[in-house]
């Protein structure tokens, strides 16, 4: 907004290619250098602190004899003990872990399979190619609604076939499934057909008290 008022829409529209071409750029540095596959959004989960709390309890009754996983700094080589496995502070060897028992962080997806790098790309390219798509079609055109909601889809169905997954990356598909309902909600397809829905139901609820606050017609025309 602050460069749409100083330099128009031109410049508007400079910071958000910028924006998506950073983010572009980033997402592929994760996921061909550092093999993340199905980066969730956002990229930090919210911290559960009931579970953390919940493995802690768990953790009261090992003993120093028990096994710890490290990782290694890619950068320094430093060997570090992971937070998960410490055990409570009154059972905590401060010596420096061994070698022997390294578990790198970044080996869980050492190796992306064609089709993993496939469909992460197409999802990591989709910003890019529909502000491309508009640039060339105009905001108005189905072209670029229909460009980016096809490279959605072709990237769920090609990160579905890889087969099972792990947890946090089955719940960053099912999010990405459930987004696709906001394309509803997008122009051209909200102009055409959602507007005028939502204003009629919005109409009909007119009589339900808080609601009857979204039903101006000004807000929606």
Request: overall charge positive.
């Amino acid at each position: 907004m602050s460069f749409e008022r100083l330099g128009g829409a031109a410049a508007k529209w400079f910071i958000v290619v910028v924006v998506q071409l950073a983010k572009a750029t980033l997402r592929f540095l994760l996921l061909l250098h550092y093999k993340s596959a199905v980066q969730p959004s956002p990229p930090f989960p919210p911290v559960d602190r009931l579970k953390l709390v919940e493995g802690a309890r768990d953790q009261s009754g090992s003993t120093p004899a028990a096994a710890e996983s490290v990782v290694e700094l890619k950068s320094s080589g430093r060997l570090m003990r992971s937070l998960a496995s410490s055990p409570p502070i009154n059972y905590r060897e401060w010596r420096v872990p061994k070698r022997t028992r390294v578990a790198s962080s970044m080996t869980e997806h050492a190796h992306l399979s064609s089709q993993t790098i496939a469909g992460e790309s197409l999802h990591i390219m989709r910003p890019l190619t529909h502000l491309t798509s508009m640039y060339l079609f105009g905001r108005s055109s189905w072209k670029p609604w229909m460009l980016a909601g096809l490279m959605d889809v072709l990237s769920l169905l090609v990160l579905h076939r890889e087969g099972e997954r792990a947890q946090h990356q089955q719940t960053e598909l099912n999010r990405r499934q459930l987004l696709l309902l906001s394309y509803l909600l997008r122009s051209p397809f909200y102009d055409h057909f959602t507007r005028d829905r939502v204003v009629d139901l919005l109409e009909s609820l007119s009589g339900v008290p808080l609601i009857s606050l979204l039903a101006v017609s000004d807000m929606w025309h």
